[in-house]
Nanobody, 122 residues
Framework: QVQLVESGGGLVQAGGSLRLSCAAS????????MAWFRQAPGKGREFVGR????????YYADSVMGRFTLSRDNAENTVYLQMNSLKPEDTGVYYC???????????????WGQGTQVTVSS
């Protein structure tokens, strides 16, 4: 099974920036779509955005459109989430996930990282 390792979380003031990384142990058909989800305390897992290894095409949740940017480094099997203009409501545990499908339902993602905490103070 593919291993996903996230890094880059932390504490930042509102308006600040953070960059998250997700390193995948391999790229296969079942991991051709990489996504980020987040989960705030007491809430369900929310889709943030996704990117494909092959073309780099991206898709974002409305809540982060224009503030967050996904990119990938195929040589390093690493996906990045650049988060700018952070808001307190962006606080949560951010998870990297992999899927074979261009969907946003977390149940369709078969591999998950351990999560990294992002805290945005007001």
């Amino acid at each position: 099974q593919v291993q996903l390792v996230e890094s880059g979380g932390g504490l930042v003031q509102a308006g600040g920036s953070l960059r998250l990384s997700c390193a995948a142990s391999e790229r296969t058909f079942s991991t051709q779509v990489m996504a980020w989800f987040r989960q705030a305390p007491g809430k369900g897992r929310e889709f943030v955005g996704r990117i494909t290894w092959r073309s780099g095409s991206t898709y974002y949740a409305d809540s982060v459109m224009g503030r967050f940017t996904l990119s990938r480094d195929n040589a390093e099997n690493t996906v990045y989430l650049q988060m700018n203009s952070l808001k307190p409501e962006d606080t949560g545990v951010y998870y990297c996930a992999a899927s074979a499908w261009l969907l946003v339902d977390p149940s369709t993602f078969t591999s998950w990282g351990q999560g990294t905490q992002v805290t945005v103070s007001s």
